[in-house]
T-cell receptor
């Protein structure tokens, strides 16, 4: 059974600090990795995605892949209260199924 | 504006009733998906469709049915066989196999 695991949190981070969210996956052949943000009562929105060939930076967000240890990270620099949400990780496994983590709740404290 | 439209936003089901949730997209996406999300939980896949007139069961298909007669539309019927239908239902679509899924705003279904 292919799995994606996230710490459910809540992860509490002071405003202006770096928030670091992790997601581990079991399928070594996974090729694509997606991060979504979900505000309470709303639908998930895509933040960024990376392929197995490299990391990506987009504004305050950076996604990093560690293939050897089979985890993907999302770093949020200069955290803002508006970043408080649940962050969902999704991984496309080697059989093209998209496997979802249960999400990490992030709280940014002013 | 291109996007994914789900309707209605809120839906109430009576005992023994079938209800249909609408999902329409004008993004020219090939694949469409239905997920269920229970409070404090992750997403669980109900059904998905990669092309018109074809669809596959996801992890929790029992008590649900779908159709894909047009590329733009993927309605979900919650049948009376689904004994615990109260949840947040999310429709998603994606363009190509390695591209991300994008979501509609969701439908919240409750039992009367």
């Amino acid at each position: 059974q292919k799995e994606v695991e996230q710490n459910s949190g809540p992860l509490s981070v002071p405003e202006g600090a770096i928030a670091s969210l992790n997601c581990t996956y079991s399928d070594r052949g996974s090729q694509s990795f997606f991060w979504y943000r979900q505000y309470s009562g709303k639908s998930p929105e895509l933040i960024m995605f990376i392929y197995s060939n490299g990391d990506k930076e987009d504004g305050r967000f950076t996604a990093q892949l560690n293939k050897a240890s089979q985890y993907v990270s999302l770093l949020i620099r200069d955290s803002q209260p508006s970043d408080s949400a649940t962050y969902l990780c999704a991984v496309r496994s080697s059989n093209y199924q998209l496997i979802w983590g249960a999400g990490t709740k992030l709280i940014i404290k002013p | 504006d291109g996007g994914i439209t789900q309707s209605p936003k809120y839906l109430f089901r009576k005992e023994g009733q079938n209800v249909t949730l609408s999902c329409e997209q004008n993004l020219n996406h090939d694949a469409m998906y239905w997920y269920r999300q229970d409070p404090g939980q992750g997403l669980r896949l109900i059904y998905y469709s990669q092309i018109v007139n074809d669809f596959q069961k996801g992890d929790i298909a029992e008590g649900y049915s779908v159709s894909r007669e047009k590329k733009e539309s993927f309605p979900l019927t919650v049948t009376s066989a689904q004994k615990n239908p109260t949840a947040f239902y999310l429709c998603a679509s994606r363009y190509r196999d390695n591209q991300p899924q994008h979501f509609g705003d969701g439908t919240r279904l409750s039992i009367l």
